[in-house]
């Protein structure tokens, strides 16, 4: 093409075309070459390379004559693109905008032609054009390198490559940097592989968001699905702004999230899923010499084949690992000196209606157990108390121990002739629909004169027989009626009477707890090789600030390196699903795309270390 374009337009003024031959802009994507050239340029590339056969035009007479580049041909794209390529492989070029005026330019060379001339160029072999393994990566890089030199010459006064194509240091100019093209033929993209022993961890969500945060600060990066799931791909499902099947991506071909002005780039890779090894490889190490990152996704560890591959192929890994606020410390309930007393009031109060509602509720059960009518355990009662005020065993448990048929199963009770629509267990006895309601309602004095005695010497001043009944009784009277005011309440609690305060484990105490969840939800330290370079942290909804602190001092302390700076659980659940597309892109300034942001940052220099 180059050689064709040359020839065609020879010795020229870059300024009066708009480019070096017409050149605006070029850049290199996996499998072709993106040109965009001027609408001049466009007319005299198609007079240049489009291949047309003029009849009698040869050295020898008769002979036909072929101009042009032969085998090509070119397929219309959406959004006004062409893709020029050849029968035989070898690459293909993308023409950008220029749909319209590539058209009108074979139209017009269409007619010029002479009778019995042939524009073969219109043929359709597209089906029987393939891609062929010398086509490589590195070659794309190499020939879009030089096509980017010779756009460089946009200011020179005049420019003719048609004699021979300059050497590249000849092109290069001032531009030293342009030089190494000794690296054209190495991989540029460094390949991250998220890896966890099991899912649920955010992973997906945090590599899409952490991708375009990548992508707006102007890297090419990659993301590839390799989780039978496809959490990715069903994640942006319909939201690319380009896609379609690639050569070397089976089936789901690549989507396109994202274009930047400052040449960044997002990309989701789709339908390596279920292929072969050698596939994904070569797959992927095409994408190695287009993204500066390539970002694999895969199920949790041991779900499959894919996971084996992207841990082997990637040159680094890292993992998420869940951080709760028990990991760090536990959260302590402080009362005031006022309310100190009133509470521990409340509490001896609340325990002895609940030891009185256990053991009742055993009593009853028992009772309704000895037969079609109801029988209270009197004696039963009178023996599990002594016995429990013997050995400090709770009456409830107790009672039951006595009982001589504990190992039934007697969650739902009925009665001979009984369908069970009366009866549904001691929790619905005191209903008042039940038949069985009075009986229930006549034993709590004998029980609680039976137990009296116990529970005097257990709770002292806070037995309350009385109480006890009425609190027993709240559910037949309805709802509560109301009372005494909160604010009037002496024993209420006032501003500043109850307080929780955060309080930190030793430092050797939150290592190995985070240890233990990098190691039981993350990776094996034997297993991962030392390629594990991070772990991006998950943080509860409900951490406290001095847990964030002592996670961030202790970052390096782990048995992986712990960000200091990471996502918070709601904040992963919400950003793909409310916006269908990542956050980080629809609303950078949102404060939750802003720590994507920073985590991002993070991750890149432990990446690029």
């Known amino acids: 093409m180059l050689a064709g374009l040359a020839l065609h337009i020879g010795r020229h003024r870059p300024a009066q075309l708009g480019g070096v031959y017409a050149i605006r802009s070029v850049s290199p994507t996996i499998t072709s070459i993106d040109l965009d050239l001027t609408e001049d340029g466009i007319s005299l590339l198609a007079e240049a390379i489009l291949p047309r056969t003029i009849p009698g035009g040869g050295e020898t007479s008769g002979?036909?004559?072929?101009?042009?580049?032969?085998?090509?041909r070119f397929t219309a794209l959406s959004r006004g693109r062409v893709r020029l390529y050849r029968l035989d492989g070898g690459g293909e070029i993308v023409l950008t905008r220029a749909g319209q005026r590539w058209r009108r330019a074979c139209m017009d060379l269409a007619a010029q032609q002479p009778a019995g001339a042939?524009?073969?160029?219109?043929?359709?072999?597209?089906?029987d054009a393939e891609y062929q393994d010398a086509l490589t990566p590195w070659l794309i890089a190499r020939w879009s390198s030089m096509l980017r030199r010779i756009a460089l010459w946009r200011d020179a006064d005049t420019v003719d490559f048609a004699a021979q194509l300059p050497e590249p240091e000849f092109l290069a100019g001032p531009y030293a940097e342009l030089m190494a093209s000794a690296g054209l033929g190495a991989r540029r993209g460094i390949t991250v592989a998220c890896l966890a022993r099991r899912g649920g961890l955010g992973r997906s969500t945090m590599l899409l968001e952490v991708a375009a945060a990548w992508a707006r600060q102007g890297k090419r990066v990659l993301l590839a699905d390799l989780d039978p799931q496809r959490s990715l791909e069903n994640a942006v499902k319909g939201q690319a702004l380009d896609g379609g099947t690639t050569p070397w991506?089976?089936?789901?071909?690549?989507?396109?999230?994202?274009?930047?002005?400052?040449?960044?780039?997002?990309?989701l890779l789709t339908g390596l899923v279920g292929t072969s090894v050698e596939y994904q490889r070569r797959a992927l190490e095409a994408a190695q010499a287009h993204a500066d990152l390539i970002l694999l996704d895969t199920a949790p560890i041991g779900a499959g084949p894919e996971v084996r591959f992207a841990a082997g192929f990637a040159?680094?890994?890292?993992?998420?690992?869940?951080?709760?606020?028990?990991?760090?410390?536990?959260?302590?309930?402080?009362?005031?000196?006022?309310?100190?007393?009133?509470?521990?009031?409340r509490q001896r109060r609340t325990a002895m209606m609940n030891w009185l509602d256990d053991a009742y509720d055993v009593y009853v059960e028992i009772g309704m157990d000895a037969g079609p009518e109801p029988v209270a355990p009197t004696a039963l009662l009178d023996d599990a108390v002594v016995q429990a005020r013997t050995t400090g065993t709770p009456l409830a448990d107790t009672l039951w121990d006595l009982h001589p048929h504990r190992d039934t199963d007697v969650e739902v009770l009925a009665r001979p002739g009984d369908d069970g629509a009366n009866w549904s267990g001691v929790e619905d006895a005191d209903d008042g629909l039940t038949r069985v309601g009075p009986w229930i309602e006549a034993q709590r004095e004998p029980f609680l004169t039976a137990v009296g005695t116990l529970g005097r010497e257990l709770f002292g001043m806070e037995w309350d027989p009385a109480g006890w009944i009425e609190h027993q009784r709240a559910p037949l009277e309805g709802p509560e009626q109301p009372g005494i005011e909160a604010a009037d309440d002496p024993e209420a609690p006032r501003p500043g009477d109850i307080t929780h305060v955060y309080r930190s484990y030793e430092d050797e105490t939150a290592i190995a707890n985070v240890n233990t969840s990098l190691v039981r939800d993350g990776l094996d330290p034997s297993s991962a090789a030392g390629r594990v370079i991070a772990a991006v942290p998950i943080f509860d909804q409900e951490l406290p600030p001095e847990a964030l602190e002592h996670c961030a001092r202790l970052a390096s302390s782990f048995v992986y390196p712990v960000l200091d700076t990471g996502l918070s659980w709601s904040q992963v659940m919400g950003m793909m699903w409310d916006h269908g597309m990542p956050l980080t892109l629809t609303h950078p300034d949102h404060p939750a795309a802003r720590e994507v942001t920073a985590t991002a940052d993070r991750l890149f220099e432990r990446i690029t270390r």
Request: with cysteine; aromatic share 10%; net charge negative.
């Open 315 to 345: 040159d680094v890994a890292i993992t998420c690992v869940r951080i709760y606020g028990d990991l760090f410390g536990w959260t302590e309930t402080v009362y005031s000196d006022r309310y100190w007393p009133i509470h521990q009031r």
């Open 118 to 127: 042939s524009a073969c160029w219109l043929a359709t072999e597209r089906a």
């Open 63 to 72: 002979e036909d004559r072929l101009i042009g580049v032969p085998g090509l």
């Open 249 to 267: 991506a089976a089936g789901g071909g690549e989507r396109i999230l994202h274009r930047g002005d400052n040449d960044g780039e997002l990309r």
